[in-house]
Protein backbone atom coordinates (compact mmCIF):
# COMPACT_ATOMS: atom_id res chain seq x y z
CA UNK A 1 0.00 0.00 0.00
CA UNK A 2 2.64 2.25 0.61
CA UNK A 3 3.43 4.73 -1.89
CA UNK A 4 7.05 5.64 -1.72
CA UNK A 5 8.86 2.88 -0.02
CA UNK A 6 12.89 2.93 0.41
CA UNK A 7 15.07 0.07 2.15
CA UNK A 8 16.77 0.17 4.88
CA UNK A 9 15.54 2.56 6.71
CA UNK A 10 18.48 2.21 8.91
CA UNK A 11 21.80 1.62 7.91
CA UNK A 12 25.08 1.55 10.47
CA UNK A 13 28.22 0.64 8.46
CA UNK A 14 32.23 1.29 8.57
CA UNK A 15 34.16 3.90 6.54
CA UNK A 16 35.21 2.91 3.31
CA UNK A 17 32.76 0.47 3.21
CA UNK A 18 30.14 0.30 -0.04
CA UNK A 19 26.55 0.47 0.44
CA UNK A 20 23.02 0.59 -1.32
CA UNK A 21 19.63 2.19 -0.61
CA UNK A 22 16.32 1.20 -2.69
CA UNK A 23 13.90 3.31 -3.97
CA UNK A 24 10.27 2.03 -5.51
CA UNK A 25 7.33 3.81 -6.13
CA UNK A 26 3.77 2.21 -7.02
CA UNK A 27 2.11 6.00 -7.76
CA UNK A 28 2.54 5.36 -11.50
CA UNK A 29 5.19 8.45 -11.62
CA UNK A 30 7.58 8.77 -14.62
CA UNK A 31 10.29 10.93 -12.20
CA UNK A 32 12.09 9.96 -9.30
CA UNK A 33 14.66 11.71 -6.83
CA UNK A 34 17.08 11.75 -4.19
CA UNK A 35 17.51 14.18 -1.71
CA UNK A 36 19.54 14.60 1.60
CA UNK A 37 18.84 15.71 4.77
CA UNK A 38 22.06 16.94 6.73
CA UNK A 39 21.89 16.60 10.51
CA UNK A 40 20.31 20.44 10.53
CA UNK A 41 17.85 19.42 8.55
CA UNK A 42 18.81 20.79 5.64
CA UNK A 43 17.34 19.22 2.42
CA UNK A 44 19.33 19.02 -1.10
CA UNK A 45 18.59 17.70 -4.33
CA UNK A 46 21.04 15.14 -5.24
CA UNK A 47 19.61 13.10 -8.75
CA UNK A 48 17.09 13.33 -10.95
CA UNK A 49 15.31 10.72 -12.76
CA UNK A 50 12.36 10.85 -15.63
CA UNK A 51 12.15 7.53 -16.97
CA UNK A 52 15.01 6.03 -16.40
CA UNK A 53 17.03 8.73 -17.47
CA UNK A 54 19.02 11.24 -15.63
CA UNK A 55 17.98 14.65 -15.73
CA UNK A 56 19.25 16.07 -11.87
CA UNK A 57 22.68 15.69 -11.03
CA UNK A 58 24.08 18.32 -8.71
CA UNK A 59 27.45 18.42 -7.39
CA UNK A 60 27.62 15.39 -5.65
CA UNK A 61 31.21 12.69 -5.55
CA UNK A 62 31.42 10.29 -7.94
CA UNK A 63 31.69 8.05 -4.83
CA UNK A 64 27.17 8.35 -5.48
CA UNK A 65 26.34 6.49 -8.39
CA UNK A 66 22.34 6.34 -8.95
CA UNK A 67 20.79 3.78 -11.08
CA UNK A 68 16.55 3.40 -12.64
CA UNK A 69 16.09 0.14 -14.00
CA UNK A 70 12.97 1.06 -14.55
CA UNK A 71 10.77 4.21 -13.66
CA UNK A 72 9.56 2.87 -10.79
CA UNK A 73 13.00 1.95 -9.21
CA UNK A 74 15.76 4.15 -8.75
CA UNK A 75 18.57 3.12 -6.55
CA UNK A 76 21.07 4.98 -5.11
CA UNK A 77 24.85 3.06 -4.24
CA UNK A 78 27.47 4.41 -2.74
CA UNK A 79 31.63 3.56 -3.26
CA UNK A 80 34.29 4.32 -0.19
CA UNK A 81 31.69 5.61 1.94
CA UNK A 82 33.15 8.62 4.19
CA UNK A 83 31.84 10.12 7.40
CA UNK A 84 30.53 13.13 6.06
CA UNK A 85 27.87 10.92 4.45
CA UNK A 86 26.39 9.76 7.35
CA UNK A 87 22.55 11.75 6.64
CA UNK A 88 18.89 10.61 5.92
CA UNK A 89 18.91 9.55 2.51
CA UNK A 90 15.18 10.85 1.00
CA UNK A 91 13.42 8.96 -2.11
CA UNK A 92 10.99 11.00 -3.94
CA UNK A 93 8.87 10.55 -6.89
CA UNK A 94 6.17 13.00 -9.07
CA UNK A 95 4.54 12.97 -12.54
CA UNK A 96 6.77 15.36 -15.06
CA UNK A 97 3.61 17.06 -16.61
CA UNK A 98 -0.44 16.88 -15.99
CA UNK A 99 -2.63 14.45 -16.81
CA UNK A 100 -6.10 14.41 -18.32
CA UNK A 101 -8.02 13.78 -15.60
CA UNK A 102 -5.85 15.92 -12.54
CA UNK A 103 -4.45 19.29 -12.53
CA UNK A 104 -0.62 19.41 -12.48
CA UNK A 105 1.22 21.17 -8.96
CA UNK A 106 4.35 19.41 -9.47
CA UNK A 107 4.06 17.72 -5.58
CA UNK A 108 6.66 15.32 -4.99
CA UNK A 109 5.73 12.16 -2.61
CA UNK A 110 8.71 11.35 -0.34
CA UNK A 111 9.45 8.06 1.43
CA UNK A 112 10.00 7.78 4.95
CA UNK A 113 14.06 8.11 4.42
CA UNK A 114 16.63 6.12 5.15
CA UNK A 115 19.17 6.84 7.88
CA UNK A 116 22.80 5.96 6.77
CA UNK A 117 25.55 6.52 9.68
CA UNK A 118 29.35 5.89 8.59
CA UNK A 119 31.38 5.08 12.06
CA UNK B 1 20.17 31.48 -8.52
CA UNK B 2 18.07 29.50 -6.26
CA UNK B 3 17.73 30.17 -2.51
CA UNK B 4 15.12 29.63 0.26
CA UNK B 5 15.35 31.20 3.69
CA UNK B 6 12.87 30.41 6.68
CA UNK B 7 13.03 31.44 10.79
CA UNK B 8 14.22 28.41 12.34
CA UNK B 9 12.27 28.11 14.96
CA UNK B 10 8.48 29.07 16.40
CA UNK B 11 6.88 28.18 19.60
CA UNK B 12 3.24 28.63 20.14
CA UNK B 13 0.78 27.89 22.71
CA UNK B 14 -1.60 25.47 21.99
CA UNK B 15 -5.07 27.57 20.70
CA UNK B 16 -3.14 30.56 19.50
CA UNK B 17 -1.73 31.49 15.19
CA UNK B 18 1.02 30.49 14.09
CA UNK B 19 3.12 32.39 11.33
CA UNK B 20 5.60 30.75 9.53
CA UNK B 21 7.60 33.04 6.84
CA UNK B 22 10.16 31.94 3.98
CA UNK B 23 11.58 34.48 1.60
CA UNK B 24 12.47 32.56 -2.40
CA UNK B 25 14.86 34.01 -5.26
CA UNK B 26 13.30 32.58 -8.33
CA UNK B 27 10.86 34.05 -9.53
CA UNK B 28 10.03 31.78 -12.20
CA UNK B 29 8.80 29.23 -9.75
CA UNK B 30 5.27 28.06 -10.81
CA UNK B 31 4.09 26.83 -7.66
CA UNK B 32 5.81 27.01 -4.17
CA UNK B 33 4.91 24.39 -1.55
CA UNK B 34 4.84 23.90 2.24
CA UNK B 35 5.79 20.45 3.03
CA UNK B 36 5.75 19.11 6.78
CA UNK B 37 7.55 16.54 8.15
CA UNK B 38 7.06 14.81 11.76
CA UNK B 39 10.39 12.87 13.74
CA UNK B 40 11.31 10.06 12.01
CA UNK B 41 9.16 10.44 8.57
CA UNK B 42 9.06 11.79 5.25
CA UNK B 43 8.21 15.08 4.07
CA UNK B 44 4.31 15.15 3.34
CA UNK B 45 3.17 18.20 1.29
CA UNK B 46 0.61 20.38 3.76
CA UNK B 47 -0.69 22.71 0.71
CA UNK B 48 1.01 24.37 -2.14
CA UNK B 49 -0.20 27.71 -3.84
CA UNK B 50 0.15 29.15 -7.59
CA UNK B 51 2.21 31.92 -8.73
CA UNK B 52 -0.36 34.07 -10.15
CA UNK B 53 -2.57 33.93 -6.80
CA UNK B 54 -2.11 36.00 -3.56
CA UNK B 55 -3.88 33.45 -0.97
CA UNK B 56 -4.91 30.66 -0.54
CA UNK B 57 -7.10 28.77 2.07
CA UNK B 58 -7.39 25.42 3.10
CA UNK B 59 -9.43 24.70 6.75
CA UNK B 60 -6.70 25.69 9.28
CA UNK B 61 -4.00 26.47 6.71
CA UNK B 62 -3.57 30.63 5.12
CA UNK B 63 -0.92 30.40 2.61
CA UNK B 64 0.22 34.15 1.37
CA UNK B 65 2.26 35.22 -1.23
CA UNK B 66 3.30 38.30 -1.90
CA UNK B 67 4.99 37.85 -6.00
CA UNK B 68 6.80 41.37 -5.34
CA UNK B 69 8.56 40.77 -2.60
CA UNK B 70 9.40 36.83 -3.24
CA UNK B 71 7.53 36.23 0.15
CA UNK B 72 5.39 33.47 1.46
CA UNK B 73 4.23 32.91 4.59
CA UNK B 74 1.72 30.33 6.12
CA UNK B 75 -0.57 30.16 8.59
CA UNK B 76 -1.59 27.78 11.29
CA UNK B 77 -5.10 28.94 12.99
CA UNK B 78 -6.13 27.15 16.01
CA UNK B 79 -2.28 25.28 16.54
CA UNK B 80 -2.24 22.13 17.96
CA UNK B 81 0.20 19.82 19.46
CA UNK B 82 -0.50 17.63 16.83
CA UNK B 83 1.16 20.25 14.46
CA UNK B 84 4.33 20.22 16.28
CA UNK B 85 6.80 19.56 13.66
CA UNK B 86 9.25 20.98 10.96
CA UNK B 87 7.57 23.18 8.39
CA UNK B 88 9.35 23.44 4.42
CA UNK B 89 8.88 26.13 2.05
CA UNK B 90 9.96 25.05 -1.11
CA UNK B 91 10.00 26.81 -4.89
CA UNK B 92 10.23 25.04 -8.34
CA UNK B 93 12.40 27.01 -10.56
CA UNK B 94 10.65 26.41 -14.07
CA UNK B 95 13.77 25.86 -16.00
CA UNK B 96 14.87 22.66 -13.85
CA UNK B 97 12.11 19.78 -14.42
CA UNK B 98 10.86 19.04 -10.90
CA UNK B 99 13.67 20.44 -8.70
CA UNK B 100 12.57 21.48 -5.60
CA UNK B 101 14.69 24.26 -3.78
CA UNK B 102 13.81 23.84 -0.20
CA UNK B 103 14.63 25.84 2.54
CA UNK B 104 16.20 24.83 6.21
CA UNK B 105 13.12 24.24 7.57
CA UNK B 106 10.97 25.75 10.74
CA UNK B 107 10.91 24.16 14.06
CA UNK B 108 7.24 24.47 14.95
CA UNK B 109 6.93 23.84 18.69
CA UNK B 110 3.29 23.68 20.09
CA UNK B 111 3.27 24.10 24.26
CA UNK B 112 0.01 22.93 25.71
Known amino acids: DTAVSQTPKYLVTQMGNDKSIKCEQNLGHDTMYWYKQDSKKFLKIMFSYNNKELIINETVPNRFSPKSPDKAHLNLHINSLELGDSAVYFC??????????????????FGEGSRLTVL | GEDVEQSLFLSVREGDSSVINCTYTDSSSTYLYWYKQEPGAGLQLLTY?????DMKQDQRLTVLLNKKDKHLSLRIADTQTGDSAIYFC????????????FGAGTILRVKS
Open chain 2, 49 to 53: IFSNM
Open chain 2, 90 to 101: AESPAFYGNKLV
Open chain 1, 92 to 109: ASSLSQGTETGVYTGELF
